[in-house]
């Protein structure tokens, strides 16, 4: 079968790959880009372990094909932090131990971060409901939520 | 070991991050299946059994050998060199059906190529044909057949039947509770390496690497010394990685081998959950014998669980469910039979709680029952009946300690119980579609594993001369914080900052013949066995320190990365390079066994408990008497984690396993149909709970000052499984919400209660 060649930015960096027609954004991140950082954890977009973002947009990176991001700007959880500078959601989600196996947290955090840049204020419910798509088995989730909440308000009173 | 006074604190009690926080966040922490792939490298696939009983009759390899190519090959139970069995309690329990297949998913040939999707099409064209058996797929109709992976067991203090006949009132009942599935983030995996002198090493997500060793030892025909497995991390295991593991590893190895090179076994969602077994399901009956004061004078109580088709653990989870069987109650006369049903579906296993969680389930359901009979406060009726120091429980261990009394007065003082009881009732009797209801119950688990021999662990701890230290230890981490735990004990013993001690991953080439990091014992086991190594080395460092530049040892002080004697100081680094240059060993081993802990099986006494772990919850839930949906609406969770080394880490325990559990008993729902194929194998149709199933006003503490009285580790106590029995309340506040609705005293709720759960019980729908 013949590959595709595609031209797209992920994490701010321009690439190209070829890509088989049947792979997904996935497998491709994953198995050819070395970004292990997204999980598979259904591979149904259930569990929103892969969690990413295409052109802005909070996407499951196992329901995308690789061929269809051409000319797109992806971002993943290993684009968050800028160099050794932890992103403020990161830094929150080690000080609240808002994690334990690890296996969601760069899901959670990839969401956590697309429903901050469009609501910079959410309330509890709105954060609750935005991450209703990202399975945790280990947690609880009140950590995670009130990690959120708190990078949130951080947020506010620097724009003050 | 560790009196109080003179233990060492800092870092202990700190709430530390998680040891891979850092690498958590940023994506960079590597599960095996980020690895990066060694050259050469095959994936595998499993073709598996669409029967729930049957002979094959034949197996044909030769469509999946076409699409393989030639650098790919498939193997069947012919193609084991050893022995085709990882029972771990009895067997022959196989990794590759061999002549007969017993459930809907069972392995009957794995296929391997350098591409997943060659080897994903060439396990689909494996081809077999059956010749059925009648399959047996659940409890009622194992029972009626009696058809039992292991004997019947029962456990018996007094004459039940005679202090029943003869108490003042009497009540009986009846129920099912369903089972669970991990749903572990990072489902089942396994990389099987050839090395270079025939032997293999394992990389697996595994909480037992010596048992994942000692299997595909057992299925090669290798000694145990000529396998190694190492695991860094897992993501999530809740006992789902304690036996299971071995089946995917012996499998990846057995394909290694035969084709020289390293091989990866990944299962997708839908072939884990179709596999592995999961939480059982019991079957539940009950008949109690108690005065007009609620006090329980017998109870009678079986408990028929759904094994699946082979034995796996569940004998002794079966009795720890007899354990569990009146939670913290106290009866004179009791009987508890327990039966493991052999049925033709996934070999259910280990899962956070290991019965337990049935077994106290059981107990609540009885004891909330009797209140309702007698129109008792329920949390006034469970007082009662609290077992007190001096009492034997049904297995015959002694009560020491009970704190239970002191975490009823902390849990409810401020929570306005009797207002909210009020103010409810007068609610539920007004009009509306919406019902809502209290529950409370109390947790009292058994610390220790049953089976005595389990109960040891070893560690390796490295002193190295520039002062960094290198922890080993049997443990593994799955997300619960316990090599954060391990190193801060370490750091304790040694004096050092935390982060001067780095930590190795667990492997059976440096500490041997480990238990499985299971029944909450991992920093019990592991963290005394690290402190043990620690002590032997402080114990050499001082005896030098003291000769070179005096003082007795005993008045050496490790803290804050030094070594002070009565005249001098010294940074550890400076020290240790002393101490080499003297001849001193700078590392050692550690070891540690449970003390005080027996049980006699047959005659049903001794102290198979070292010590207990408690809490309680008081839950606030409303139904919706139309569609049958349910809320939490508020939880109180107050849990002993005696004196804790992490409350982070110990406090995330306790929110998870409670949200787990409360997924286990209200809307996670395995769903088999008449063949006996599992229709909910996705998170598409098996829900656990999301963000959003998070009790709205959600309280959770630990209890102050409450050192474990029994010489643990530093004080503290157990947390993996306890909390997730938290979740009970909720499952009775759902009840009495139905019993509201229903306008009855008794209602029957089946758990999980689903809205089609909640609507028989509150008899708008027919029941089964």
Redesign the interface.
């Known amino acids: 079968m013949s590959k595709i060649h595609v031209s797209a930015v992920v994490n701010g960096e321009p690439i190209e790959y070829l890509c088989d027609p049947a792979h997904t954004l996935l497998d491709v991140l994953r198995d050819q880009l070395g970004l292990t950082g997204s999980k598979e954890g259904c591979g149904s977009g259930d569990c929103g372990a892969c969690s990413v973002t295409i052109d802005g947009r909070l996407t499951c990176a196992c329901l995308v094909l690789g061929a269809e991001v051409d000319g797109m700007s992806i971002g993943t959880i290993e684009g968050l932090a800028q160099g050794d500078q932890l992103h403020p959601l990161q830094k929150k989600f080690v000080e609240m131990a808002a994690l334990q196996c690890g296996v969601c947290t760069p899901g959670v955090l990839v969401a956590a971060k697309a429903l901050l840049d469009r609501n910079p204020d959410p309330s509890e419910t709105e954060v609750r409901y935005w991450l209703a798509g990202n399975l945790c088995r280990c947690t609880g989730y009140d950590k995670i939520i009130r990690a959120v909440l708190d990078v949130a308000a951080d947020m506010k009173e620097t724009a003050r | 070991m560790d009196d109080p006074a003179t233990m060492p604190r800092a870092p202990l009690g700190l709430?530390l991050?998680?040891d891979?926080?850092?690498?958590?966040?940023?994506?960079?922490?590597?599960?095996v299946?980020?690895l990066p792939e060694p050259p050469g490298l095959l994936h595998a696939v499993l073709a598996l059994s669409p029967e729930a009983h049957a002979e094959i009759l034949a197996l044909d390899l030769d469509p999946a050998l076409t699409l393989l190519g030639d650098n790919g090959l498939a193997v069947t139970a012919r193609d084991i060199p050893g022995i085709n069995d990882v029972g771990p309690m009895s067997g022959p329990e196989p990794i590759l059906a061999d002549g007969i297949v017993a459930y809907v998913g069972q392995p009957i040939a794995a296929v391997a190529a350098p591409e997943l999707?060659r080897a994903r099409a060439a396990a689909r064209a494996v081809r077999a044909t059956y010749r059925r058996r009648e399959a047996v797929l659940d409890i009622p109709a194992a029972m009626a057949r009696a058809q039992y992976v292991c004997p019947p067991h029962r456990m018996t203090r007094g004459d039940a039947a005679a202090a029943i006949a003869a108490a003042p009132r009497r009540l009986s009942g009846t129920f099912a509770i369903g089972g669970q599935d991990?749903?572990?983030?990072?489902g089942q995996v396994a990389m099987a390496l050839p090395q270079e002198d025939g032997g293999v090493r394992i990389l697996s997500s595994t909480q037992h690497p010596s048992e994942v060793q000692k299997m595909v030892a057992r299925v090669l025909g290798l000694p145990e010394a000529a396998v190694t497995c190492e695991v860094r991390?897992?993501?999530?295991g809740?006992g789902g990685k304690e036996t299971q593991p071995a089946i995917f590893a012996a499998i990846a190895a057995l394909l290694a081998r035969r084709a020289g090179r390293p091989v990866k076994l990944r299962l997708?969602?839908?072939d884990d959950m179709t596999i592995t077994g999961k939480r059982h399901d019991f079957h539940v009956r009950w008949s109690a014998g108690f005065d007009t004061e609620g006090r329980l004078h017998g109870v009678e109580m079986e408990l028929a669980a759904r094994a699946g088709h082979d034995a796996d653990l569940s004998p002794a989870i079966v009795d720890r469910a007899m354990f569990h069987a009146l939670n913290c109650y106290r009866a004179p006369a009791v009987s508890v039979a327990g039966y493991a049903c052999r049925t033709n579906t996934q070999s259910n296993t280990a899962f956070r709680g290991f019965g337990g969680p049935q077994g106290m389930l059981a107990a609540e359901e009885m004891i909330d029952a009797i209140a309702r009979d007698l129109a008792i406060d329920p949390i006034e009726l469970r007082r009662r009946n609290l077992l007190v120091p001096g009492d034997a429980t049904h297995y015959g261990q002694r009560i020491e300690h009970m704190a239970l009394p002191r975490i009823f007065d902390a849990l409810l003082d401020g929570v306005g119980y009797a207002s909210r009881r009020a103010e409810i009732d007068a609610a539920n009797d007004g009009p509306g579609f919406i019902r809502r209801g209290l529950g409370f119950a109390p947790v009292m688990f058994g610390i220790s594993f049953t089976a005595t021999a389990y109960n040891q662990a070893g560690a390796l701890v490295h002193l190295y001369t520039d002062g960094s230290v290198l922890l080993n230890h049997g443990g593994t981490e799955?997300?619960?914080?316990l090599y954060r735990k391990v190193a801060q004990v370490v750091a304790a013993e040694l004096g050092v900052p935390p982060g001067r001690v780095r930590l190795a991953a667990t492997s059976t080439d440096k500490v041997p013949n480990t238990s499985a990091t299971a029944a909450s014992s991992g920093s019990d086991l592991n963290g005394a066995a690290a402190a043990d190594a620690c002590r032997k080395i402080r114990s050499r460092l001082a005896d030098f320190a003291a000769r070179a530049h005096g003082g007795a040892p005993d008045e050496i002080v490790f803290a804050d990365g030094h070594v002070r004697g009565p005249s001098w100081s010294f940074d550890l680094a400076t020290l240790a390079t002393q101490a080499y240059r003297a001849r001193v060993q700078l590392w050692d081993s550690g070891f540690y066994a449970t003390p005080r802990i027996h049980y006699d099986r047959a005659r049903n006494t001794g102290h198979p408990f070292y010590y207990y772990a408690f809490g309680a919850a008081l839950c606030e839930a409303a139904i919706d008497i139309l569609t049958g949906e349910s809320r939490i609406l508020r939880a109180d969770l107050l849990h002993d984690v005696g004196r804790s080394i992490n409350p982070?880490?110990d406090?995330?325990q306790v929110?998870?396993?409670?949200?787990?559990g409360l997924g286990w008993l209200t809307s996670e729902e395995l769903v088999f149909d008449r063949d006996g194929r599992l229709r909910t194998h996705?998170?598409?149709t098996y829900k656990?709970?999301?963000?959003?199933d998070?009790p709205?006003d959600?309280r959770?503490r630990l209890l102050e000052g409450a050192d474990n009285p029994v010489a643990t580790i530093h004080r503290s106590k157990a947390v993996g499984e306890p909390p997730l029995m938290l979740a009970n309340a909720a499952w009775l506040a759902i009840k009495d919400a139905c019993a509201a609705a229903a306008g009855t005293r008794h209602v029957r709720l089946d758990a999980p209660a689903t809205p089609e759960a909640i609507l028989r019980a509150c008899g708008r729908l027919p029941a089964r």
């Open positions: 709430p991050p998680h891979s926080a850092t690498l958590h966040v940023t994506g960079e922490a590597l599960y299946d980020d999707a991990h749903f572990y983030l990072e991390r897992m993501g999530g809740f997708d969602r839908d799955m997300g619960q914080g982070a880490i406090l995330g929110e998870g396993g409670f949200i787990q996705s998170p598409a656990i709970p999301t963000a959003r998070l709205p959600f959770v």
